[in-house]
């Protein structure tokens, strides 16, 4: 590290200027940087259930669908028809649209007065009705039919919906606008809701762009402000800010250049590079201010201290790379392993910044001479409270320590209360079109998340047919499964009208005759493919608790493994059984990622301190502080999900640092001074310090997150910022507190100490009233 | 002066006359060059066809059926299927005022369809029962005469009002020597194109024009439809009494 820091001061002048080169050259490609809400397209392509859920999506339309609800007292009347109609006629004609349903073009099967039958459409465009005998008549019909009530109309006849198929091809966002657009103009008096992935798309976007506008201005000024009040110099503030916003341009920089665009998390990551970032320069700066007192000789103490604070700063930004990059093996979302692999290199870069750039204009700016009027205010404040800190730790260590095993015990009995949440519901506030849209669905029309079952075989033979429409009487049956719907319903449906009754016909010759009626029809694309080797049945479910969402992919594992014919398949996909994954894979990625990020870094603790012990103590406060945030979690019931699960690592690649920075500066007073309480005393007065302001700034950039839109991104910040609390006071307290009471080793030769730390009490206190 | 003012009067109402003749004569011709059209599709007294049906999906895939056809002036029609074997015996009989009947012989059932239903598909193919029935395009739409091209005239035709289509517009091309209707783009109520049916081999069967093949492309779920006619009677003099229900079951 020393020739880094020779080299870096050698040459400073070009480290400022490449730095600023580089700045903008990353600055400049931000303009191609895209934001992709669409959770879905982050699912993992090769996992079979993906596989299928997304060949249903494109062979059937299953997955891009976009929902309008039109609200009113009465959905039959003459100008809600009429603007249902309009509505319905205008959308299909967008190029993004595929088919669309709605009361006015949905297909019906009917047989009239004369015995005779009608395929056709429920309301004839060309004739809407008009008088109330006809509303009225049209309105008792459809309500009569189970395949418009609770699916296209609410049983109350107040809410009707259009369900818009989007193409393959089509840009989700665009079209939802584009349909959007169309709604707003016809200057509807019923009330309009927007469902459906591709409109939550849109709010998605839009909330990740105004995060990121309302979160990164708050949080800069938030760590102005800690810096101000912490370094009082001009210096102090601009520095570690600079270092920060330029390896956020970096990190987005390289995101755009390599085509990937923002999530739903790594939207964060600006946030977390700054409340993390930060940190690396705060120390070198605090370095220079204390080694760097003259301008004469400056060149040399600046490479004296340069090199002496890098290798803490490597470490700890080592750590912190560590816990993002916990997430880069086995994530099943492609989204959070991008999100741990960008985070970390913008860790990287925030450290790079901070021993090059940083130093640099350290080394030419003029020196700040400390005033002794400064020294005797600064020692009035904090450094006062670290040594306040330090009596406490010296006085109490076994109290602290038993404490701190009262918490850890507390905490972890609180683990089994933990749940999880894996809906993307959840994201958004209440409140919310979206979540208000989704009530309203799950009320009225049994929730939209799809499952989806593809069968494989002669869908034209009866046993098939049949064998279908049982399994839909059995999800049926399952209370919460709801609109269970498939080919087999249409059949049954012109059998009867044919006057055979409402069942699937026993001879697969009437099978076909009936299906030769059917044909052509847009719905049919929806149900089976065009050589009738395959077929879906679609539902929806309301509820994505985690609980019941496993019971179900078991139950509907165990009766379609109960049937026994090699003639056809029925396979299982949709939603439910992703959500299914997506939680069992939030455990896994949990348990894989903590037990990652902490063996890496017991390793480098070990690596620093030359010991294995050493190694093991400094991990005592990443286990206070994963204990208090899963304490957390499980008693003030902030559940597991996407973002959260984030917590832990990262918490432990932050929290780490705080150990790394006291062990090394206190293994270096120890052995200076060859005594337990000067040490500690100078090591919380020095490092001690930057740690609580570390603490505040970065507990604070966390907090910002609770303005955040997406729950998610709140509940995360609120989890970091507690953590970091438990962590800073683990290593001011707990740590030392071990330290004294198993005279670790690691730290130097406690041989020469002559007393116990009982009678050494007394003398601390001696000495620092005698400092006073 | 005032000769000279009555003169250039005179001259003036004199060409506006012939400028309003000549603009008639357009209009006329729009007229007259659709009626033709109407005629030479309509020509026939009776056809009794056998026709192919190819069903192309977007992924070109096809499928093939056989049909039989039967059809007396422009209002009596009868449909038999013929193959694949599932679907044979399967029948459409179509009389005047809109009276439909379908029999399906698994069922051996004949049932009356209603007949508002005329913007869905036929039988799985990209015509609708509209594009089927045989009605003189003179009857429904006000021509326009756009311009003549490659041996054709085209024209604009708008559906005259009260009339029930989901074309809100036809660019029709019509040949300038037989005034056979060789092209139809048809336009939807966004102005956009999204049907194109186009009649290819055709040829002179006894004194009557006849399209061999035509196709039907549908532009948003593409989907192409190709009939072929295999074989053709023209004027056999196809009695009344082929239009019965009793016939739909044989």
Redesign the interface.
Known sequence: MKKVAELVIKFRIGIIIGTILLTLFFGYSLKDLTINPDIVSYFPKDDPVVELFNYIGEEYGGNQIAIIAIEADEIFQEDIIHNIQEIT??IQ?LDGV?YVTSITNVLNIKD?E????????LI?E??LPESLEELQEIKEYTLSKEMYKGRLISEDSKTSLIVCRLDVEADKIKTAHQIKEIINKKDLTAKVFYGGIPFQLIDLSDIMLNDINVLIPIISILIILALFFSFRSFRGVILPLLSVAFSTIWTLGVMSLLNIPLTVISNIIPVILMAVGSAYSIHVINKFNESVVSNENRIEQSKKALGEISIPVLLASITTVVGFAAFVFGAYLDMIRDFGLFSGLGIFFAFVISITFVPSILSIIPVIKTSSKNETNNKKGIILFMDKIGVFVLKNERIIIICGILFFVICILGIPKIQRSVDMLDYFKKGTNIRLTERMMEHKFGGSIPIQILVKGDI?DPVVLSEMKKFEDFLNGQGDVKNPQSIADLIEEMND????GKVI?D????I???W??L???DVM?QLVN??YTEAVIQATIVSVNSKRIKQLVNDIKTYLDGMSSSDFTFTQTGMHIIYYKLDDSIMKSQVQSLIIALILIFLIMMFQMHSVSGGLMGLIPIFFTLASIFGVMGYFKIPLDIATVLVGSISIGIGIDYSIHFINRFKKEFQQNHNELEALSKTLETTGRAIVINVITVMLGFLVLIFANLIPLQRFGILVAITMIGSGIGAITLLPAVILITKAKFVGDWSEIKNGIFDKTNSVIKKTKLKK | MKKIIQRSLFLLLISLFFASLWAEEIQLTAVQILGKADDVINAPQDQDLKIKLILI?K?G?E?VREMSMLQKGSDKRLVK?LSPA??KG?AFLSLPDDVMY?Y????K?I????S??KN???????FTYEDMEAVRYSDKYIPEFIEKKDNHFLLQLTPKEGI?TDYAKLIMWVREDNFYITKIEHY???D?LFKIMIRDKIEKIGEYWLARESEMQDL??KHTTKMIIEEVKLDSEVSDDKFTKRNLEK
């Open positions: 006629s205008d004609m595929s009239d004369f015995g005779g039958i009608e395929i056709g459409k004839d060309y004739e034209q009208v044919m006057g055979d016909p001879s697969r010759e009437k076909t005759n009936l030769f009626l044909e052509g029809e694309s065009s050589d | 999906d992924k895939k499928k299927f599932d679907q399967i379908l399906m012989p698994a069922f059932k049932r009356r369809i209603a508002h239903v869905t598909k036929f039988a799985g193919t990209d029930k939807n109520r966004g956009k948003k779920s």
